[in-house]
Protein backbone atom coordinates (compact mmCIF):
# COMPACT_ATOMS: atom_id res chain seq x y z
CA UNK A 1 0.00 0.00 0.00
CA UNK A 2 2.73 2.35 0.51
CA UNK A 3 4.36 1.78 -1.85
CA UNK A 4 1.42 2.80 -4.17
CA UNK A 5 0.97 6.00 -2.20
CA UNK A 6 4.71 6.81 -2.71
CA UNK A 7 4.36 6.02 -6.89
CA UNK A 8 1.36 7.88 -6.86
CA UNK A 9 3.00 10.70 -4.87
CA UNK A 10 5.51 11.61 -7.50
CA UNK A 11 3.16 10.82 -10.19
CA UNK A 12 2.20 14.39 -8.66
CA UNK A 13 4.89 15.83 -7.94
CA UNK A 14 5.95 15.32 -11.77
CA UNK A 15 2.83 16.44 -13.00
CA UNK A 16 2.95 19.54 -10.23
CA UNK A 17 6.32 20.17 -11.73
CA UNK A 18 4.90 21.17 -15.05
CA UNK A 19 2.22 23.24 -14.12
CA UNK A 20 4.48 25.25 -11.10
CA UNK A 21 4.49 28.69 -11.31
CA UNK A 22 6.86 31.19 -10.41
CA UNK A 23 6.72 33.15 -7.38
CA UNK A 24 5.34 36.62 -7.56
CA UNK A 25 7.51 39.71 -9.91
CA UNK A 26 7.97 41.29 -6.95
CA UNK A 27 9.55 38.49 -5.20
CA UNK A 28 11.52 36.97 -7.80
CA UNK A 29 13.19 40.78 -8.22
CA UNK A 30 13.74 40.55 -4.06
CA UNK A 31 15.40 37.36 -4.23
CA UNK A 32 17.59 38.51 -7.11
CA UNK A 33 15.39 37.03 -9.73
CA UNK A 34 16.76 39.76 -12.60
CA UNK A 35 13.79 38.90 -14.30
CA UNK A 36 9.88 37.36 -14.37
CA UNK A 37 10.69 34.84 -16.73
CA UNK A 38 13.51 32.94 -15.41
CA UNK A 39 12.66 30.13 -13.70
CA UNK A 40 12.78 30.28 -9.83
CA UNK A 41 15.49 29.27 -8.02
CA UNK A 42 15.51 27.76 -4.52
CA UNK A 43 18.56 28.35 -3.72
CA UNK A 44 18.38 31.95 -4.22
CA UNK A 45 14.85 32.61 -3.06
CA UNK A 46 15.16 29.97 0.08
CA UNK A 47 18.46 29.32 1.08
CA UNK A 48 17.63 28.20 4.44
CA UNK A 49 15.74 25.46 3.16
CA UNK A 50 18.78 24.00 1.80
CA UNK A 51 20.55 24.88 5.17
CA UNK A 52 17.76 22.85 6.93
CA UNK A 53 17.50 19.83 4.70
CA UNK A 54 21.50 19.82 5.14
CA UNK A 55 21.45 20.26 8.79
CA UNK A 56 24.52 22.52 7.51
CA UNK A 57 24.64 26.56 7.83
CA UNK A 58 26.16 26.90 4.88
CA UNK A 59 26.93 25.49 1.15
CA UNK A 60 29.12 26.35 -1.90
CA UNK A 61 27.69 29.24 -3.76
CA UNK A 62 25.48 30.65 -1.32
CA UNK A 63 25.21 34.35 -0.57
CA UNK A 64 27.83 33.41 2.67
CA UNK A 65 30.35 32.18 0.44
CA UNK A 66 33.37 34.35 0.95
CA UNK A 67 36.38 34.08 -1.80
CA UNK A 68 40.24 34.83 -0.87
CA UNK A 69 42.93 33.67 1.18
CA UNK A 70 43.18 30.80 3.03
CA UNK A 71 41.58 32.45 6.49
CA UNK A 72 39.51 34.20 4.55
CA UNK A 73 37.37 31.60 2.23
CA UNK A 74 34.78 29.81 3.20
CA UNK A 75 35.77 26.42 1.65
CA UNK A 76 39.37 24.88 1.79
CA UNK A 77 39.46 24.17 -1.63
CA UNK A 78 37.37 27.54 -2.89
CA UNK A 79 36.24 27.59 -6.50
CA UNK A 80 38.92 25.20 -7.60
CA UNK A 81 40.03 26.95 -10.18
CA UNK A 82 36.51 28.06 -11.34
CA UNK A 83 35.01 24.31 -12.19
CA UNK A 84 32.64 25.07 -8.83
CA UNK A 85 31.15 28.67 -9.83
CA UNK A 86 31.00 27.07 -13.55
CA UNK A 87 28.39 24.48 -11.52
CA UNK A 88 26.85 26.86 -9.53
CA UNK A 89 25.95 28.74 -12.47
CA UNK A 90 24.49 25.44 -14.37
CA UNK A 91 22.55 24.84 -10.89
CA UNK A 92 24.46 22.61 -9.42
CA UNK A 93 26.18 22.72 -6.10
CA UNK A 94 29.04 20.41 -4.50
CA UNK A 95 30.18 20.31 -1.18
CA UNK A 96 32.15 18.04 0.47
CA UNK A 97 32.94 18.45 4.31
CA UNK A 98 35.22 15.66 6.64
CA UNK A 99 34.40 15.20 10.44
CA UNK A 100 37.21 13.70 12.52
CA UNK A 101 36.81 13.03 16.00
CA UNK A 102 39.12 12.51 18.85
CA UNK A 103 37.76 11.37 22.29
CA UNK A 104 38.33 9.50 25.58
CA UNK A 105 36.02 7.99 28.36
CA UNK A 106 38.35 9.38 30.96
CA UNK A 107 36.49 7.31 33.96
CA UNK A 108 33.17 5.20 34.39
CA UNK A 109 31.32 3.18 31.90
CA UNK A 110 32.54 0.10 30.44
CA UNK A 111 35.91 0.86 29.90
CA UNK A 112 37.79 3.67 29.89
CA UNK A 113 41.72 5.31 29.56
CA UNK A 114 41.69 4.38 26.03
CA UNK A 115 41.75 7.33 23.29
CA UNK A 116 39.09 6.50 19.95
CA UNK A 117 39.35 8.16 16.81
CA UNK A 118 36.66 8.00 14.21
CA UNK A 119 35.16 10.25 11.65
CA UNK A 120 32.74 11.02 8.76
CA UNK A 121 32.68 12.68 5.28
CA UNK A 122 29.41 14.03 4.03
CA UNK A 123 29.09 14.41 -0.05
CA UNK A 124 26.59 16.88 -1.37
CA UNK A 125 25.13 17.16 -4.68
CA UNK A 126 22.07 19.38 -5.06
CA UNK A 127 20.05 19.93 -8.53
CA UNK A 128 17.98 23.59 -8.65
CA UNK A 129 15.93 23.01 -11.28
CA UNK A 130 15.14 26.75 -11.91
CA UNK A 131 18.76 27.91 -12.36
CA UNK A 132 19.46 25.15 -14.09
CA UNK A 133 16.64 26.18 -16.63
CA UNK A 134 14.54 22.81 -16.16
CA UNK A 135 11.53 24.03 -14.36
CA UNK A 136 10.54 26.55 -11.48
CA UNK A 137 10.86 26.14 -7.93
CA UNK A 138 12.58 22.09 -7.44
CA UNK A 139 15.86 20.68 -6.66
CA UNK A 140 17.05 17.40 -6.63
CA UNK A 141 19.54 16.37 -3.20
CA UNK A 142 21.69 13.99 -3.34
CA UNK A 143 23.78 12.65 0.00
CA UNK A 144 26.33 9.98 0.04
CA UNK A 145 28.04 9.14 3.70
CA UNK A 146 31.82 7.41 3.77
CA UNK A 147 32.76 6.46 7.59
CA UNK A 148 36.13 4.78 9.04
CA UNK A 149 36.63 2.89 12.50
CA UNK A 150 32.78 3.51 13.24
CA UNK A 151 33.38 0.47 15.48
CA UNK A 152 36.47 2.12 17.35
CA UNK A 153 33.87 5.05 18.46
CA UNK A 154 33.96 5.62 21.89
CA UNK A 155 30.14 4.28 21.98
CA UNK A 156 30.99 1.19 23.51
CA UNK A 157 33.01 2.45 26.28
CA UNK A 158 30.62 4.87 27.87
CA UNK A 159 28.19 1.50 28.72
CA UNK A 160 24.74 4.01 27.38
CA UNK A 161 22.10 3.32 25.86
CA UNK A 162 22.18 6.37 23.29
CA UNK A 163 25.17 6.52 22.00
CA UNK A 164 27.72 9.11 22.89
CA UNK A 165 29.05 10.14 19.36
CA UNK A 166 26.03 9.97 17.24
CA UNK A 167 28.11 10.51 14.57
CA UNK A 168 29.62 7.12 14.42
CA UNK A 169 26.30 5.69 14.27
CA UNK A 170 25.86 6.87 10.30
CA UNK A 171 25.68 5.80 7.90
CA UNK A 172 26.24 2.25 9.47
CA UNK A 173 26.33 1.43 13.11
CA UNK A 174 28.85 -0.62 13.74
CA UNK A 175 30.88 -0.95 10.57
CA UNK A 176 34.78 -0.11 10.60
CA UNK A 177 34.73 1.02 6.95
CA UNK A 178 30.87 2.10 4.96
CA UNK A 179 30.05 4.41 1.88
CA UNK A 180 26.47 4.59 1.03
CA UNK A 181 23.94 6.72 -0.46
CA UNK A 182 21.42 7.15 2.21
CA UNK A 183 19.35 10.21 0.90
CA UNK A 184 18.26 11.10 -3.13
CA UNK A 185 14.97 12.75 -2.95
CA UNK A 186 13.44 15.90 -4.65
CA UNK A 187 11.85 18.60 -3.13
CA UNK A 188 9.34 20.84 -5.27
CA UNK A 189 7.80 24.41 -4.32
CA UNK A 190 4.31 24.43 -5.35
CA UNK A 191 1.30 27.09 -5.80
CA UNK A 192 -0.32 28.27 -2.44
CA UNK A 193 2.65 28.03 -0.17
CA UNK A 194 2.94 24.24 -0.66
CA UNK A 195 6.38 22.41 -0.53
CA UNK A 196 6.59 18.55 -1.82
CA UNK A 197 9.27 16.23 -0.91
CA UNK A 198 9.58 12.53 -2.20
CA UNK A 199 12.25 10.67 -2.14
CA UNK A 200 15.03 8.48 0.51
CA UNK A 201 15.89 10.92 3.04
CA UNK A 202 16.48 11.77 6.59
CA UNK A 203 13.08 12.88 7.55
CA UNK A 204 13.43 12.60 11.68
CA UNK A 205 16.25 14.67 11.21
CA UNK A 206 15.06 17.18 9.15
CA UNK A 207 11.30 16.96 11.32
CA UNK A 208 12.84 17.63 14.61
CA UNK A 209 15.16 20.52 13.97
CA UNK A 210 16.18 22.65 16.31
CA UNK A 211 18.50 25.95 16.46
CA UNK A 212 20.60 25.08 19.12
CA UNK A 213 20.84 20.91 19.06
CA UNK A 214 20.31 19.46 16.25
CA UNK A 215 23.42 18.76 14.26
CA UNK A 216 25.97 16.06 15.39
CA UNK A 217 28.67 17.50 13.47
CA UNK A 218 28.69 21.34 15.05
CA UNK A 219 26.75 20.95 18.18
CA UNK A 220 26.33 18.24 20.33
CA UNK A 221 27.65 14.38 20.26
CA UNK A 222 25.35 12.97 22.79
CA UNK A 223 22.76 10.67 20.78
CA UNK A 224 19.83 12.69 22.99
CA UNK A 225 21.19 16.04 22.91
CA UNK A 226 20.48 15.70 18.79
CA UNK A 227 16.81 14.07 18.26
CA UNK A 228 14.32 12.78 20.23
CA UNK A 229 15.58 9.16 20.51
CA UNK A 230 11.50 8.08 20.42
CA UNK A 231 11.25 8.84 17.11
CA UNK A 232 13.75 6.39 16.35
CA UNK A 233 11.38 3.82 16.73
CA UNK A 234 9.02 5.31 13.80
CA UNK A 235 11.32 6.81 11.52
CA UNK A 236 14.86 5.39 10.81
CA UNK A 237 17.77 6.30 9.18
CA UNK A 238 16.67 7.58 5.73
CA UNK A 239 13.47 5.41 4.71
CA UNK A 240 11.74 5.90 1.17
CA UNK A 241 8.77 8.18 1.50
CA UNK A 242 7.15 11.67 1.18
CA UNK A 243 5.58 14.91 2.76
CA UNK A 244 3.98 18.03 2.19
CA UNK A 245 4.33 21.27 4.05
CA UNK A 246 2.44 24.02 4.04
CA UNK A 247 3.27 27.49 5.18
CA UNK A 248 0.43 29.86 5.23
CA UNK A 249 2.53 32.66 6.86
CA UNK A 250 6.55 32.81 7.81
CA UNK A 251 4.66 32.06 11.82
CA UNK A 252 2.80 28.91 10.95
CA UNK A 253 3.47 25.69 8.81
CA UNK A 254 1.62 22.05 8.76
CA UNK A 255 3.97 18.97 7.86
CA UNK A 256 2.54 15.58 6.86
CA UNK A 257 4.43 12.77 6.75
CA UNK A 258 4.17 8.47 4.92
CA UNK A 259 6.96 6.76 5.01
CA UNK A 260 8.47 3.25 5.65
CA UNK A 261 8.71 2.14 8.89
CA UNK A 262 12.08 0.85 8.50
CA UNK A 263 15.37 2.49 6.96
CA UNK A 264 18.00 1.54 5.62
CA UNK A 265 21.41 3.67 4.71
CA UNK A 266 22.31 1.15 2.17
CA UNK A 267 19.90 0.25 -0.06
CA UNK A 268 17.57 1.50 -2.45
CA UNK A 269 14.24 1.37 -0.18
CA UNK A 270 12.57 0.01 -3.24
CA UNK A 271 12.93 -3.72 -2.46
CA UNK A 272 11.79 -2.81 1.46
CA UNK A 273 7.66 -2.53 0.85
CA UNK A 274 6.87 -4.89 3.50
CA UNK A 275 3.78 -3.51 4.34
CA UNK A 276 4.79 -1.51 7.22
CA UNK A 277 4.64 2.51 7.27
CA UNK A 278 5.01 5.89 9.29
CA UNK A 279 2.78 8.60 9.06
CA UNK A 280 3.07 11.94 11.02
CA UNK A 281 2.10 15.50 11.53
CA UNK A 282 4.27 18.32 12.77
CA UNK A 283 2.75 21.95 13.36
CA UNK A 284 5.52 24.53 14.24
CA UNK A 285 4.74 28.14 15.23
CA UNK A 286 7.70 30.68 14.67
CA UNK A 287 6.99 33.58 16.65
CA UNK A 288 9.95 36.68 16.90
CA UNK A 289 9.36 38.32 20.28
CA UNK A 290 9.49 41.42 20.69
CA UNK A 291 10.54 41.77 17.38
CA UNK A 292 14.23 40.95 17.46
CA UNK A 293 14.20 37.21 19.36
CA UNK A 294 13.24 34.42 17.22
CA UNK A 295 12.04 31.42 18.51
CA UNK A 296 10.62 27.76 17.16
CA UNK A 297 7.82 25.57 18.88
CA UNK A 298 7.16 21.99 17.19
CA UNK A 299 3.97 19.87 18.10
CA UNK A 300 4.92 16.28 16.32
CA UNK A 301 2.78 13.08 16.42
CA UNK A 302 3.19 9.94 14.74
CA UNK A 303 1.66 6.57 13.89
CA UNK A 304 2.90 3.41 12.93
CA UNK A 305 1.02 0.19 11.61
CA UNK A 306 3.83 -2.75 11.90
CA UNK A 307 3.97 -5.37 14.38
CA UNK A 308 5.76 -5.69 17.32
CA UNK A 309 7.06 -8.87 18.08
CA UNK A 310 9.47 -7.12 21.13
CA UNK A 311 9.84 -3.73 23.00
CA UNK A 312 10.69 -0.90 19.85
CA UNK A 313 13.60 1.01 19.30
CA UNK A 314 15.61 2.64 16.63
CA UNK A 315 18.44 -0.10 16.67
CA UNK A 316 21.29 2.23 16.52
CA UNK A 317 20.74 2.61 19.95
CA UNK A 318 22.62 0.51 22.24
CA UNK A 319 19.72 -2.03 23.80
CA UNK A 320 21.13 -5.15 22.84
CA UNK A 321 24.78 -4.61 24.61
CA UNK A 322 22.73 -3.35 27.57
CA UNK A 323 20.02 -6.58 27.94
CA UNK A 324 20.79 -8.74 25.54
CA UNK A 325 17.62 -9.77 24.28
CA UNK A 326 14.40 -7.33 24.35
CA UNK A 327 11.73 -9.03 25.55
CA UNK A 328 8.55 -9.63 23.74
CA UNK A 329 5.62 -7.06 23.05
CA UNK A 330 3.18 -8.63 20.66
CA UNK A 331 1.17 -5.67 19.91
CA UNK A 332 0.56 -4.20 16.44
CA UNK A 333 0.70 -0.40 15.66
CA UNK A 334 2.25 2.45 17.45
CA UNK A 335 1.90 5.93 18.26
CA UNK A 336 4.04 9.22 19.94
CA UNK A 337 4.01 12.76 20.64
CA UNK A 338 6.52 15.01 21.09
CA UNK A 339 7.32 18.53 21.26
CA UNK A 340 10.40 20.70 20.74
CA UNK A 341 11.14 24.26 20.97
CA UNK A 342 14.22 27.01 20.50
CA UNK A 343 14.06 30.42 21.38
CA UNK A 344 16.29 33.45 21.62
CA UNK A 345 16.74 35.30 24.98
CA UNK A 346 19.50 37.29 23.82
CA UNK A 347 20.51 38.99 20.54
CA UNK A 348 23.52 41.20 19.92
CA UNK A 349 22.82 44.34 18.22
CA UNK A 350 23.43 43.91 14.66
CA UNK A 351 23.37 40.07 15.27
CA UNK A 352 20.55 39.63 12.66
CA UNK A 353 22.43 41.63 9.78
CA UNK A 354 26.12 40.55 10.83
CA UNK A 355 28.37 39.60 8.05
CA UNK A 356 28.03 36.10 6.81
CA UNK A 357 24.92 35.27 8.60
CA UNK A 358 22.43 36.07 5.55
CA UNK A 359 19.30 33.72 6.03
CA UNK A 360 21.12 32.38 9.14
CA UNK A 361 20.16 32.53 12.94
CA UNK A 362 21.39 35.80 14.73
CA UNK A 363 24.38 36.19 17.42
CA UNK A 364 23.05 35.72 20.45
CA UNK A 365 21.96 33.40 23.38
CA UNK A 366 18.86 31.27 23.74
CA UNK A 367 17.58 27.90 25.18
CA UNK A 368 16.62 24.58 23.99
CA UNK A 369 14.09 22.01 24.81
CA UNK A 370 12.20 18.39 23.96
CA UNK A 371 10.36 16.07 25.57
CA UNK A 372 8.38 12.92 24.37
CA UNK A 373 6.10 10.04 25.05
CA UNK A 374 5.39 6.71 23.65
CA UNK A 375 3.36 3.62 25.43
CA UNK A 376 5.25 2.09 27.91
CA UNK A 377 3.74 -1.83 26.95
CA UNK A 378 5.43 -1.56 23.45
CA UNK A 379 8.31 0.83 22.98
CA UNK A 380 11.81 1.04 25.16
CA UNK A 381 11.99 4.05 26.05
CA UNK A 382 8.59 5.46 26.72
CA UNK A 383 9.49 8.66 28.00
CA UNK A 384 12.15 11.38 26.91
CA UNK A 385 12.98 14.90 27.83
CA UNK A 386 16.22 17.50 27.16
CA UNK A 387 16.52 21.11 27.79
CA UNK A 388 19.63 23.57 27.58
CA UNK A 389 21.47 26.59 26.38
CA UNK A 390 23.36 27.54 23.48
CA UNK A 391 24.38 30.31 21.38
CA UNK A 392 26.15 31.39 18.59
CA UNK A 393 29.34 34.23 19.02
CA UNK A 394 28.85 35.97 22.97
CA UNK A 395 31.16 34.01 24.84
CA UNK A 396 34.31 35.69 23.40
CA UNK A 397 34.46 38.75 22.57
CA UNK A 398 35.30 38.92 18.70
CA UNK A 399 34.24 35.30 18.05
CA UNK A 400 31.11 35.97 16.59
CA UNK A 401 31.60 32.91 14.60
CA UNK A 402 32.15 30.44 16.94
CA UNK A 403 29.22 28.18 18.45
CA UNK A 404 28.20 26.54 22.14
CA UNK A 405 26.17 24.79 24.03
CA UNK A 406 25.51 23.24 27.36
CA UNK A 407 22.53 20.04 27.71
CA UNK A 408 21.07 17.88 30.05
CA UNK A 409 18.98 14.24 28.76
CA UNK A 410 16.87 12.18 30.15
CA UNK A 411 15.87 9.07 28.66
CA UNK A 412 13.02 7.03 30.51
CA UNK A 413 12.92 2.87 30.34
CA UNK A 414 9.73 1.25 30.04
CA UNK A 415 8.34 0.12 33.19
CA UNK A 416 6.95 -2.50 31.54
CA UNK A 417 10.09 -3.49 30.06
CA UNK A 418 12.00 -3.72 33.19
CA UNK A 419 8.97 -5.86 34.77
CA UNK A 420 9.40 -8.04 31.53
CA UNK A 421 12.96 -8.89 32.46
CA UNK A 422 12.24 -10.55 35.34
CA UNK A 423 15.44 -10.85 37.73
CA UNK A 424 17.48 -8.34 35.31
CA UNK A 425 15.45 -5.86 36.60
CA UNK A 426 16.83 -4.89 39.44
CA UNK A 427 20.16 -4.09 37.61
CA UNK A 428 18.54 -1.30 35.19
CA UNK A 429 17.65 2.62 36.49
CA UNK A 430 14.54 3.39 35.21
CA UNK A 431 16.40 6.71 33.35
CA UNK A 432 19.73 7.37 31.89
CA UNK A 433 20.99 10.91 32.57
CA UNK A 434 23.51 12.58 30.61
CA UNK A 435 24.81 16.35 30.25
CA UNK A 436 27.19 17.61 27.66
CA UNK A 437 28.95 21.13 27.49
CA UNK A 438 30.50 21.96 24.02
CA UNK A 439 32.43 24.94 22.26
CA UNK A 440 33.18 25.34 18.64
CA UNK A 441 35.89 27.32 17.81
CA UNK A 442 36.36 28.84 13.65
CA UNK A 443 39.92 28.17 13.22
CA UNK A 444 39.12 29.67 9.88
CA UNK A 445 35.53 29.87 8.02
CA UNK A 446 36.33 26.39 6.74
CA UNK A 447 37.72 24.46 9.60
CA UNK A 448 35.75 24.28 12.50
CA UNK A 449 37.49 23.12 16.13
CA UNK A 450 35.03 21.76 18.85
CA UNK A 451 36.12 20.75 22.51
CA UNK A 452 32.94 18.67 24.27
CA UNK A 453 32.89 17.32 27.80
CA UNK A 454 29.88 14.99 28.62
CA UNK A 455 28.61 12.90 31.56
CA UNK A 456 26.34 10.10 31.31
CA UNK A 457 24.57 7.81 33.63
CA UNK A 458 23.82 4.87 32.05
CA UNK A 459 20.77 2.99 32.52
CA UNK A 460 22.61 -0.14 33.59
CA UNK A 461 23.37 0.38 37.31
CA UNK A 462 26.41 -1.38 37.87
CA UNK A 463 28.04 0.77 35.27
CA UNK A 464 29.54 3.67 37.36
CA UNK A 465 29.26 7.32 35.73
CA UNK A 466 31.10 7.67 32.79
CA UNK A 467 33.18 10.72 32.09
CA UNK A 468 34.22 11.80 28.54
CA UNK A 469 36.73 14.17 26.80
CA UNK A 470 36.90 14.73 23.27
CA UNK A 471 37.72 17.00 20.24
CA UNK A 472 35.66 17.26 16.79
CA UNK A 473 37.60 19.09 13.57
CA UNK A 474 35.37 19.37 10.65
CA UNK A 475 36.69 20.80 7.37
CA UNK A 476 34.33 21.83 4.71
CA UNK A 477 36.01 21.24 1.52
Not at 62 to 87: C, I, K, M, Q, Y
Not at 158 to 170: C, H, I, K, V, Y
Not at 419 to 441: D, I, T, V
Request: hydrophobic share 40%; with cysteine.
Amino acid sequence: MLQKVILIAMMICFFAVIDARPIKADEATTSGTSSTNEKISLAKVAPELYYQLRRYPKFYGDENTVHGGLFERSFLLDNLGGARDFLVDHGIYFDVSVTQFLQGNSSGGKDSGSVRTNGTVDYWITLDTGKAGLWPGGAVFLHAESSWQADKSINADTGSLLPANFDATMPEPGDSQAFVLPELYLVQALPANFLLMAGKMNFSGAGDTNLFANNERTQFSYTGLVNNPILGAFIQYTPLGMAVVWAPSKQHNLTLLACQATGDGNSSGFDNFDGDYTTGGQYQFAPTLGGTLPGHYLVLVGYSNKDLASFDIDPRHLIGEIIGVVPVARKTENYTGLVNFDQYLWVKEGGHAAVGRKHLPPIGIGIFGRAGWAPKDRNVIDQFYSFGIGGYGMLIPGRDNDQWGVGWAGTHISSDLRNALGPLEKELNSFEHAGEAFYNFQVTPAVHLTVNAQVIDSVVKRTDTAFTLGTRLQVDF
